[in-house]
């Protein structure tokens, strides 16, 4: 048996879309309900819907890492995430690290390191590197730089953006013994 | 991308009769590929069918001694599993060398295995190509082939199946195990993924109305001698050129088995057994590997761009093999 | 005293904005009922469109319009409204003018819609037929039809030949000849290009764009769309990177501007990362270099020429070969530079332009006329220093750059280096040491900044310059916080507003030095101001006294020899009942005294790398670099800038490379899966080295800008180091395992020690 051809969409002989979706997404601690179509990104709800735009749309095609948010605790790409699936789970975006005026650890070694230069593709590397730390398996600066290659800077920040990650993960460490 | 609807199945066989009859449906799970592809107008499907909710999540001990990695484990959980860690290392090794962490995180195992080709001209509605539009041409073959096959291509298609993960599947003989209308399947590994030929629209042999379920490892992961090494263009966050799945049992000094698969030459991950059982009884030795890569490599074909592959080819294969031999052998 | 920032290495100010997301980008303004523009890009390179079927996509209630030539609403009719201050010469692009296709991707037509997600949609419904013409986009096939631009504004011709470099060079008793070719590259900063117009109604229009150049743009839409200065105000606070990318109106700016003002709406249009490879790019470029030696190394010839590329529609040009003149100490020089028309969008600006090139051929040359000579390529480039610039005949107003060799190759451990290739290795891997030259312009143009200091100590400096992530906002805010001696908390800079003092594009390096110049100007002037309501005070401790006896710092106003005597600035100004001192201040250059002068930027760049020795891959596993750039303003933010431009030099030399498919002349790798800029994994140990240097002849500060000067010169070094690991010399970029796949241990020619 083969694999078919896809044919004519659903919908492009029509001038009308599918009716939307009510959806739930729990952001940064709080509910947050949304009527979406299913062609909606995680990205674009995120960014249009809800004007949470600390998260970087860089090239909506999964080969930036600007959009990194994590979701259920887990670092994915939200520009190929139809917000539609993420009904019921927990995103966090950069906005929802800061503890009123107190930064995020790693927020703060950003700053301390210069770990960024325009700010574009930071969002993204700080939510990446939270989820990397979560994951637990770099252990060296080259497990970083390789666990972190998902995030591309064109500003090139990257040696201090690793030394940024090494102090976080240092008073991680510090903090749990 | 196009305007779709949306469900989400509940069940194996409620998965099965959306798509069943029904062209312009198409399952998603982590998304990283089709919806890539829907954003490049590539893939125009008309319904998607959310899959995730399916019990196809976990990996678990087959009773002839292999492992069952179900279809919507994530290529991460995955690679991290402690069983695949220690029991197919080179699997592990293989998923860990593709996309990003952030798509393992989202990619699924039966995602992996349906990825598309990454070639220019496939990816661009502006040219001409046989697999997304059958008929129209193929613009690669007189075009920028450089990351193209060398291997089993024909004159409608030049591209290459861009996985890592199947590089390493091939070489262990993984079965595919599917499910469709007609019932259950199993599809060795070396029949899962087809040659272009004259159909290059058509990627693999699952049928349009199957869904894959799991993929079986067999018993034997030849943890104590493998490599997978990939070749590319950057350090990280890029397909291979070439990459090489390469597994050995050996005793002693003598391999007494290999596997080789390679990755970044053809349609779909190549496996050549007459070459690797030309290293059966033989010395880890650079020679033999040498013999053995050549073998390998010689029904391959350059294109004006890609001939340099043939020889980083063998290389590759003469490394890995080194590298596989060398491990020391576990306790 | 605390208030002393200059030079200090302070964490950047928009630190905070920028880490917890709270920085927006042109994308960013999510006002009510804005509409959506998506644009639709040509899939031919050259030709008519013969039809525009917009039906499908007008179906839909919410598709609001679909602009293209055939409806697109009047604007300006003559060139002259369309050239922005960067211009070269020529016709600018002007988008949906006509039924003309000029190159692949240009845009055809802007759907409009309710949401993003129809609007692309709906783009994608819009059917678009074309007559194709043939077209030409390979510059290897136009050497027969190169010709001498008219060069733009601030480009050199090539010096007039010096000498007779023909004849020294027939002469000399060692010859190196070499031709070496780079590819078109994109600059791909992170933030796509995007424009948010806020209809505001009575015709004003608020725009939010990303762009180097605020003032720039917004004279431009003034122009095209003929309106009034006032009725535009265009606003970029955050650019999410530029490197010579928005230092030119974007289409999508023109494409927004036309939607908002048809539809009497707030309209957002963001580019797609794909799109991003259809305007603005570095020229392909090829060039030829003959060096002639003597025996000792002493350079007795140099000629350089190179060809770019240019658009059928304006002549960019760039200053590619002057450097090889003025670097080194040659009596016999001849240089060239021609470009070719191709049928791409025009090239411009991309961070060092011209000297990137440039320098990757001639100290690659240099390189490769060390190894024939046997010399040490340290030795070669002290061997031919040159002391003024035989270019002009001037002196330069200061050149460190023999301390940059000396404190670069000692950082990098040159002396340990063995000459011969592929005499160094480790594991599997070639090692390679390689070293280069760079160079850049220390520019200060015309610039003007305003304060406005309150009587609560708060004090607001602005100009219309942008932050295009070089660290605008820090260094400026430390400029006025030390020069009126307050703490850095109480001090703003702004940028990124028309509105503000006239500033020049953020490009050139010369911002620090442009406005930076114009920011202590307008705080020295704000001195004088609250040093008189100082001194006015009833009883003041510094009455009879003048300017030059006090120091401002700490907030305070004190004498230098009696410290103790001091008023406070709040003080001055509350007793002066002074809510509220603006001041204003332009700066230009002491042209006169500048003039006499050469003013560039020095570097010595030391790359090491490793080489798969069967595999070919290769790695860039060290980079020194010391640089001589005038005065450091920011110790944190200057390492910043010079590592990004060796990150961007790594990129070159081994990664970066827009491919045209000749066939459909398109630039076929266009997204970031396919167009590789280097990943963390690429970058290893980069240690940067400043330099002391004194220069008091480039302009006030004694800055000279740091943020292109990294990227000159890496890329030769690198490529020499390939060289010295594995013995193939790579005269293309970027080099990859493919280009060194037949030199292993087996296949290597045997380089044989000179005679």
Redesign the interface.
């Known amino acids: ?12 002989a029509s ?1 009308s ?2 009716t939307a ?1 009510r959806i739930t997404l729990r952001i940064n601690a709080a509910q947050k309900q949304m009527d979406v ?5 995680l990205l ?1 709800a995120l ?2 819907y809800l ?16 959009c ?1 948010v994590l979701v259920d605790g ?4 939200s ?4 917000a ?2 993420k009904d019921g789970s927990d995103v966090t ?3 929802g ?2 503890n009123g005026d107190g ?1 995020h650890p790693i ?1 703060q070694a ?3 390191h ?1 770990a ?8 993204g590397q ?1 939510c ?1 590197a939270i ?2 730390i979560n ?1 637990g ?1 770099a252990k060296t600066a ?1 497990d ?19 030394a940024a990650i090494q102090q976080a993960m240092q008073a991680d460490r510090g903090r749990a013994a | 991308m196009n305007s779709f609807s949306y469900t989400r199945a509940g069940d194996v066989a409620g998965a099965v009769s959306e798509v069943s009859g029904n062209r312009a449906a198409k399952f998603i799970a982590g998304g990283t590929n089709l919806i890539d592809l829907m954003k490049e107008n590539v893939a125009r499907p008309g319904r998607l069918v959310d899959i995730t909710r399916l019990p196809l999540s976990r990996i678990e001990d087959t009773p002839d001694g292999g492992l069952r990695l179900g279809a919507l484990v994530t290529n991460a959980d995955t690679a991290y599993n402690e069983q695949v860690e220690r029991r197919y290392p080179l699997l592990s090794r293989a998923i860990l060398a593709g996309a990003s962490p952030q798509l393992r995180n989202m990619a699924t195992n039966g995602g992996n295995l349906l990825q598309r080709a990454r070639c220019y001209y496939f990816y661009d509605t502006a040219t001409p190509c046989n697999k997304r539009e059958p008929g129209t041409g193929c613009s690669a073959i007189e075009g920028f082939n450089r990351m193209h096959a060398i291997l089993g291509a024909s004159e409608q298609c030049i591209a290459v199946h861009p996985s890592d993960m199947c590089i390493a599947l091939a070489a262990l003989e993984a079965v595919v195990r599917v499910t469709g209308r007609n019932g259950d399947r199993a599809i060795p590994f070396a029949d899962f993924h087809r040659l272009p030929g004259e159909t290059p629209d058509i990627d693999s042999n699952l049928g349009v109305d199957e869904i894959i379920t799991s993929i079986d490892l067999p018993s034997k992961g030849f943890a104590d001698h493998h490599a997978y090494l990939k070749v590319r263009d950057r350090k990280a966050y890029a397909f291979a050129l070439v990459s090489v799945a390469a597994a050995l049992e050996m005793s002693g000094d003598t391999i007494k088995e290999a596997r080789l698969a390679l990755g970044g030459v053809a349609h779909k991950p190549w496996r050549n057994t007459e070459a690797e059982g030309l290293l059966k009884g033989k010395h880890a030795t650079r020679d033999s590997f040498q013999i053995v890569a050549e073998a390998f490599m010689r029904d391959a074909k350059g294109l004006s761009h890609n001939t340099f592959k043939i020889e980083l080819a063998k290389r590759a294969i003469v490394r890995a093999l080194k590298h596989a031999a060398q491990m020391e052998t576990r306790p | 005293m605390t208030t002393n920032y200059i030079g200090q290495p302070l964490s950047r100010v928009d630190g905070r904005a920028k880490v917890t997301g709270q920085a927006k980008y042109a994308a960013e303004y999510n006002v009510p009922g804005l509409a959506y523009g998506v644009v639709v890009s040509s899939v031919i390179a050259k030709g008519r469109i013969t039809k525009i079927d917009a039906s499908k996509a007008l179906r839909f209630g919410g598709v609001l319009q679909v602009f293209t030539h055939e409806n697109a609403p009047h604007t300006a009719s003559d060139d002259q409204s369309y050239k922005d201050e960067v211009a070269p010469p020529g016709s600018p692009f002007r988008p949906l003018r006509d039924d003309r296709i000029m190159f692949s991707g240009q845009p055809v037509a802007l759907v409009v819609a309710e949401t993003f997600e129809l609007a692309r949609y709906a783009a994608s419904l819009v059917r678009v037929d074309y007559k194709s013409e043939p077209h030409e986009t390979d510059l290897t096939a136009k050497r027969g039809q190169a010709y001498e631009p008219k060069l733009r504004e601030y480009i050199d011709p090539p010096i007039q030949p010096r000498g007779d470099a023909g004849k020294a060079f027939a002469r000399a008793a060692v010859q190196l000849e070499a031709e070496y070719a780079g590819p078109a590259e994109h600059h791909n900063p992170m933030e796509l290009f995007a424009t948010t117009v806020v209809w505001e109604g009575g015709g004003k229009l608020t725009v939010y764009d990303k762009t180097q150049g605020p003032q720039n743009n917004q004279k431009y839409i003034c122009k095209v769309f003929e309106l009034s200065d006032d009725d535009v105000r265009l606003l970029s606070p955050f650019v999410g990177g530029g490197f010579g990318s928005g230092l030119r109106p974007q289409y999508q700016l023109f494409l927004t501007v036309m939607a908002a003002r048809g539809l009497q709406r707030s309209v957002r249009v963001s580019l797609t990362r794909q799109q991003m490879f259809t305007f603005t790019h570095r020229p392909q470029t090829l060039q030829r270099i003959a060096l002639g030696a003597a025996a000792d190394g002493r350079l007795e010839a140099l000629m350089h020429e190179a060809l770019a590329e240019t658009s059928r529609f304006e002549e960019y040009s760039e200053q590619v070969v002057n450097w090889s003149g003025e670097l080194y100490h040659c009596k016999n020089v001849k240089l060239g530079y021609k470009v070719a028309q191709l049928d791409l969008y025009s090239p411009s600006d991309m961070r060092a332009p011209g000297a990137a090139w440039g320098l990757f051929a001639l100290e690659s040359a240099m390189d490769e006329l060390a190894w024939k000579l046997r010399m040490d390529p340290l030795e070669l480039r002290l061997k031919n220093y040159a002391e003024k610039d035989l270019n002009t005949g001037k002196k330069f107003s200061s050149k460190e750059l023999r301390e940059c060799y000396r404190q670069g190759a000692e950082r990098f451990g040159w002396s340990r280096r063995t000459a011969a290739p592929g005499s160094m290795r480790e594991g599997e891997s070639l090692i390679g040491w390689g070293m280069a030259t760079g160079i850049w312009e220390a520019w200060q143009v015309p610039g003007s900044a305003k304060a406005v200091l309150t009587a609560d100590g708060r004090l607001t400096v602005g100009s219309a310059t942008a932050d295009i992530g070089t660290g605008t906002y820090t260094i400026m805010t430390q400029i006025a916080a030390e020069t009126l001696g307050l703490p850095i908390a109480n001090v703003t800079f702004e940028l990124g507003d028309s509105r503000l003092p006239a500033s020049p594009v953020e490009g050139g390096s010369f911002t620090a030095a442009t406005i930076g110049s114009a920011v202590k100007a307008v705080c020295e002037k704000m001195r004088k101001k609250v040093f008189d309501l100082a001194r006015k005070m009833k009883d003041s401790p510094l009455a009879h006294t003048r300017l030059k006896e006090v120091t401002f710092a700490d907030g305070y106003i004190r004498l230098h020899n009696d410290p103790s005597r001091g008023v406070s600035i709040t003080e001055a100004m509350r007793h002066g009942e002074v809510g509220r001192i603006e001041e204003e201040a332009s700066v230009v250059p002491n042209f006169a005294k500048q003039a006499r002068y050469i003013r560039h930027s020095h570097s010595a760049v030391f790359a090491e790398v490793k080489v798969d020795e069967d595999l070919g891959t290769i790695e860039v596993s060290r980079v020194v670099s010391a640089v001589a750039a005038g005065r450091i303003l920011n110790a944190k933010t200057a390492r910043s800038q010079i590592m990004g431009g060796i990150v961007w030099g790594i990129g070159m030399a081994l990664e970066e490379e827009s491919v045209i498919d000749q066939k459909f002349g398109r630039f076929m790798n266009h997204n970031l899966a396919e167009y590789h800029v280097p990943v963390n994994a690429d970058v290893h140990d980069i240690d940067v080295i400043f330099v002391d240097e004194r220069d008091s002849i480039v302009n006030p500060l004694g800055v000279k800008g740091l943020g292109e000067l990294g990227i000159v010169g890496t890329a030769a070094a690198i490529a020499n180091a390939v060289f010295h690991a594995a013995g193939v010399r790579v005269r293309q970029l970027p080099i990859k395992a493919d280009k060194i796949l037949w030199s292993t241990a087996r296949e290597r020619e045997v380089l044989k020690p000179a005679a």
């Open positions: 048996m083969k694999d078919g051809t896809e044919k004519e969409a659903l919908g492009e001038s879309l599918p979706t179509l299913p062609w909606t990104t674009d960014r249009d004007d949470l735009t600390g998260t970087k749309k860089g090239c909506d095609h999964g080969q930036c890492g600007a990194t887990k670092r994915i790409i520009c190929l995430t139809l539609i699936m975006t950069v906005e690290l800061a930064l927020q950003f700053i301390d210069d960024f230069q325009c700010g574009y593709c930071t969002p700080i990446s989820g990397m994951e398996r080259d970083i730089r390789e666990l972190m290659s998902g995030n591309i800077c064109r500003c090139g920040a990257y040696p201090n953006i690793v």
